[in-house]
C-alpha cells in the first residue's frame, strides 16, 4: 500500500502538469497566451510587493540587531515560564509572526541544541508547523492589492497566532 501512495505521489505533479494544459487546449483556451499572461501579471505584482518586502526585512533586522528580541524575551520570561512556555522557546514565539527564515533558524537551533525528540524540539515543531508569519502575509498580499488600511487584521494574526502558541504548549504537555 505504501508503494501504492509513493508511486502516485511521485507521479502526482506531472500528471496534472500534463492534463490541466491538455484540457484547456481541448477546451480551445490559447494555453501558452494565457501562460504568458499570467506571468506578466505575477511579475507586475512582484515589482509592486518589493518595496514593502524590504520595508519588513528591514524592520526584522533592525528588531533583533537592536537588541529589542532580547529585552522583549527577557521581560516576558517569568511570566511565560509560569504557564509552561520555556524562555528557550520565546525568540521563536516573538519572531514566528514576523519572519518564517528566521523562526525556522531558531527552531533549527533548538533542536540542534536539545534534539527532536526533546520537549523543546517537539514543542517548536509544533510551533513552527501551526502557526503563520502574520507581518509577511499582511505586507506582501495586502500590499500587492494595495489595501493600506489593515483594520484588524494585525489584531486578529496576532491573536491566532497567540491561539497556535497556546495550543501548542497545551498539545505537547499533554501528549508529551
Partial sequence: ML????????????VILLIVPLVAMLRGVKVYETFVDGAEAGFA???KTIPYLV??????????????MEVLVAAL???????????EVLPHAVMRPLSGGAALGIAS?????????SFLGRLVSTMQGSCDTTFYILTLYFG?????????????????DLTTLIASIFIINMVF
Fill in 3 to 14: 508503494g501504492i501512495i509513493a508511486e502516485l505521489s511521485r507521479w502526482a505533479i506531472p
Fill in 77 to 87: 520570561s517569568p511570566l511565560l515560564n509560569y504557564v509552561g512556555l520555556p524562555a
Fill in 109 to 117: 537551533d533548538i533542536i540542534k541544541t536539545h534534539g527532536p525528540d
Fill in 45 to 47: 505584482t512582484a515589482i
Fill in 55 to 68: 520595508a519588513m526585512l528591514v524592520a526584522i533586522s533592525v528588531f533583533r540587531a537592536s537588541g529589542a
Fill in 144 to 160: 500587492s492589492v494595495g489595501i493600506k488600511k489593515y483594520r484588524y487584521s494585525v489584531i486578529l494574526g496576532l491573536v491566532a
